[in-house]
């Protein structure tokens, strides 16, 4: 909302971290081909426009002061602002911080505005998450917090916090069963964090468009798609379309 008020918003994102920094990998919050669909949302909050994602390979700024990442944002992107929260940290080893990012945006010319965290008010209403889940929580929404509550299948606080249903996609493969009003997926062709395994009711089915409700299991080694409606599933519907999303209720 802040940045639409400079011109038109764009996310900023980082690419190649964990394997610069040795990172154990960890499958998404959100999946890299649902992301243009997520900031589509975004778009009533930014005057009506899609903000686009601009992301940085994280191994060609590593070693940028946080003097020379400005500078690179104000000269290379050409950007008119940035906004950012009130623990951003940037420039090696985190040695800038939101303070200093406003003094040198201006000394380059660029408006910034910082804002302040968004608070986890529903954690006293929900038992799926931890009220720490780092030594750096101190309460605040934050990625680690929704990992956390998929981790224990606590869906209706992961809603609560993303602020919108959470989406697993899965690539349907020749490995997948198709049989009626059921689908079955190999774990493994998750391409984003699922919640933890167990039984979920109230989910919907998406494969580009909307197919229909449904229920799901999660266990060890698949997950299965019961369609409430048989119906629902036609011969051709996964003929063209490879992925399909689960949005649990």
């Not at 964990?18 to 009533?44: M, N, Q, T």
């Not at 804002?115 to 529903?122: E, G, N, P, Q, Y």
């Not at 720490?132 to 929704?146: F, H, I, L, P, Y």
């Amino acid at each position: 909302m802040h940045a639409s008020k400079s011109g038109n918003p764009f996310l900023l994102s980082f690419v190649g971290m964990a394997e610069v920094l040795g990172w154990e990998y960890r499958p998404p919050i959100v999946a890299h081909c649902d992301r243009k669909r997520v900031l589509s949302s975004w778009a009533p909050y930014c005057r009506n426009v899609v903000p686009l994602e601009y992301q940085v390979e994280f191994s060609k700024v590593r070693y940028l002061t946080p003097r020379q990442f400005v500078e690179r944002l104000s000269t290379d992107l050409r950007i008119k602002g940035v906004v950012a929260g009130e623990n951003y940290r940037f420039g090696y080893k985190a040695s800038g911080d939101a303070a200093e990012l406003v003094k040198l945006c201006e000394e380059f010319g660029l408006s910034a505005f910082i804002v302040r965290s968004v608070m986890d008010t529903a954690k006293g209403s929900y038992n799926g998450a931890i009220p720490t889940v780092n030594s750096s929580d101190k309460g605040q929404v934050s990625s680690s917090r929704v990992r956390q509550a998929l981790s224990v299948g606590d869906i209706e606080y992961v809603s609560k916090l993303l602020g919108r249903k959470h989406r697993l996609v899965l690539t349907v493969s020749e490995y997948s069963i198709k049989e009626r009003k059921n689908i079955i997926v190999p774990k493994s062709c998750m391409v984003n964090m699922p919640p933890a395994d167990g039984f979920y009711e109230n989910c919907e089915l998406f494969n580009g468009g909307y197919l229909g409700l449904c229920r799901v299991a999660i266990n060890t080694e698949t997950i299965d798609i019961e369609m409430k409606d048989e119906s629902s599933l036609s011969p051709d519907t996964f003929q063209e379309v490879k992925q399909v999303g689960i949005e649990f209720g």
